[in-house]
């Protein structure tokens, strides 16, 4: 036996391929808005939002000695939600779309697509079995006027972003 046979190692089985993420041929992008200002929103924002990205994580004497004329920032940073859309057909043939955000075992009513957008949805619901992914974003934010003025009063509408994708 010799010495450099106890160091012989026995070859190694090749390492599987990684697996790729599923990719999507088609996509499609549409809006829920809100109707106004809801607390309920407001409050699933903050709930879900760790208190160090609150203003991404500035105050507003750094945004202040940061940022330019015209940049915001908002409150709450936009948020990956779990969307449940809804449908009604009226009698008359036209198409609603309502949508929640699912929080454990709660429906958190956001608010209607674009009417012009309602058939077109429907269709790839019915047709295609989407992956459905959302994002809201909306709420308070900072602005920086172009004297270097810090406003605080600003406030977008609640809207969600529903992605399909099959």
Known sequence: MSL???FKKEPKEPAPAPVQPKRFENEYEFIVHCDGPDSALWKYQEENTDPEDIYEGKTMREFKEDGDPGDKI???????????LSAFIGEDGSVEITGYIIDGYDEILVGKSAKTK???ILKILQEESPKITGELSGGYYWTMESSGYVN???????????TFQW
Do not use: A, Q
């Not at 908002?74 to 449940?84: D, G, N």
């Open 74 to 84: 908002y409150k709450y940073p936009p948020l990956s939600v779990t969307p449940k």
């Open 4 to 6: 450099f046979s106890l």
């Open 152 to 162: 605080d009063n600003y406030y977008d509408e609640y809207k969600m972003r529903v």
């Open 118 to 120: 309602n058939k077109k």
